[in-house]
Structure formats: C-alpha cells, structure tokens
C-alpha cells in the first residue's frame, strides 16, 4: 500500500448502495502497481445528497469521481462540461477536475463492449435486447450502436423519466447512424418475445437482482429464451443473479458485468492519471477467482 501523503489525489465511487463495490481494491492496487500517490475510497451517497456532496469534493480538491446507481443521471447537472459521449447518452459514471471545472464522461458502453469480447462473443452486425433505460443502458446502446450492432430493442417503463431522454436517443442513432434502434414499453410482452427471438445477446441494464435484494429477475417468463441466446447482466454482485441463473437453466450462455467494471474503470483510470491500467494484472488478481 502507498502511503497516503500530504500530496496524495482523493478519487472516490459515490453511488448507493457501494460497501460491495471492488473499485476501491481494483484502483488502488493499479496505483500501488504503477507506483502513484493517488487513493481511491466510496462514499455511500443517493440523489437527494449527490449535489452537497459532489459541491463538498469540488471544494477540497479532488482529482475525480465515479458514479453508480442511482447517480449516472442526476450527476449530469452537476457538471461544468460533458463529453460529447456524455452529452448523447445524457448521463455520467466518470467525472474529471479539471483545476475546479467537473467534465462529465460516461466509459460504461466502452467498458461493455469490451467486455462482450472478453466473454469471448462477437456482437457485431448482430441484434442486441437491452432491459433498462437508465445511465447504463443508454450508454450501452449508444456504444453498440457506433461499434456496428445491427439491431437494438429497448425495454423501459412508459413512466420512467428517462422514457423521453431514451426515445431522443433511439431517434439519434436512427437518423444518424446504419444501427436500427427501436423503443418498446417494458409490459409489452409479444414485442420482447419477438425481440428476444431475433437476438443474439439480451443484457439486463437495470439494479433488479443486485444484493441485496437478489430474489427478483428482469425476465419472468424464461419460455421466450433460446438455446442460441446469450444472456448478460450488468450487476457482478452476486456474481450469478436469479436472472443468469433462470437464463442457464433454459440453456443460455451467460456472463456477468465484472468485466465491463474492468474495462470502464480502466478508461477512467486513464482519464485521471494520464496512464494505463494494468489490466492484465488487475484481472489476475480480482477478476479470475
């Protein structure tokens, strides 16, 4: 371990719940290993004390932050200036300070698309089912869509407020990009069964099975599943939720979201350090047991 000196660079997780979270063990040991003076430590903030909080780091200087559930979102308003990723996406987990001015970035879509890779899959010129309209999905669709996925199905609430955000985004990418982008309320059950038929990868965006409430899965009705289906959650805590579980069962292929906390860690890393992570040696140690 560094030890922490009068020079040492705070950086910091703020979301809730985050005593599980292995980004402090992942940062750290990437600092020990490179031989930085840098500290990375959670913070368990939600939304209603995100603003104090972000303010209070603001002022003593830290060198930047991510954000998890529930914050990506409400962390935009925050921001002095967004990435042009960010600003599409419209929402955030990495925040730079730069000398005062907090630049808001969103690496999750990278960090997952590198993770389908790592899982050994290749969803190029492919369908992708996403559940989910929050920071994380809406990153994720982005990243798919400008990497070259053929087709993305969205499933969200009617009622959620990031329904308006998500059908400017599917609007975006239809106008803008060879991706087909389409936006289905979450209760349409013909629509996800079809979806779910023409795809290749069906990944859960969403906190639904994350500990400690692991009892709930995304998909209740496993008949629509395929034995040619592979199945991904973002949550990586529990390692396997009931969603992967029932996916297995029905004959999927499943994996979960410690790589993509890998690799979207490993650019905001890079963001706040100007080096590279150690991936390789990082994966050894937290990622491989």
Avoid at 53 to 72: D, E, H, S, W
Avoid at 107 to 135: E, P, S
Wanted: hydrophobic fraction near 40%.
């Amino acid at each position: 371990m560094i030890p922490i000196t009068g020079h040492t660079k705070l950086t910091a997780l703020l979301g809730s719940p985050v005593a599980h979270s292995i980004s402090p063990s992942m940062h750290n040991e990437a600092f020990r290993l490179l031989g930085l003076d840098y500290v990375y430590l959670c913070f368990d903030v939600g939304e209603e004390g995100l603003p104090a909080a972000v303010q209070g780091l603001k002022t003593c200087g830290i060198r930047g932050f991510n954000l998890t559930m529930p914050n990506k979102n409400k962390a935009v308003e925050l921001m002095d200036e967004l990435s042009p990723a960010a600003s599409l996406i419209g929402a955030i987990n990495t925040v730079v300070n730069d000398n005062g001015r907090l630049i808001g970035y969103n690496t999750d879509g990278m960090g997952y698309m590198r993770a389908v890779q790592d899982a050994g899959y290749d969803l190029i010129g492919k369908t992708l089912t996403i559940m989910g309209a929050g920071g994380a999905a809406t990153a994720i669709c982005a990243q798919a869509a400008l990497d070259g996925v053929k087709d993305i199905h969205i499933f969200a609430r009617k009622t959620s407020r990031f329904w308006d955000r998500t059908r400017r985004l599917v609007d975006n990418i239809n106008h803008n990009l060879p991706c087909n982008a389409y936006l289905h309320e979450n209760q349409d059950q013909q629509a996800l069964k079809n979806a779910i038929s023409k795809s290749y990868l069906l990944l859960n965006a969403t906190s639904l099975g994350m500990a400690p409430n692991t009892e709930n899965a995304i998909i209740t009705d496993t008949s629509i599943y395929h034995k040619d289906l592979i199945v991904s959650d973002v949550i990586y805590n529990p390692r396997e939720t009931r969603f992967l579980q029932e996916a297995k069962l029905a004959g999927c292929h499943t994996f979960n979201g410690m790589y993509m906390l890998l690799y979207q860690g490993a650019e905001a890393f890079r963001l706040w350090t100007g080096q590279d992570m150690p991936v390789e040696q990082i994966k050894a140690a937290f990622f491989s047991k």
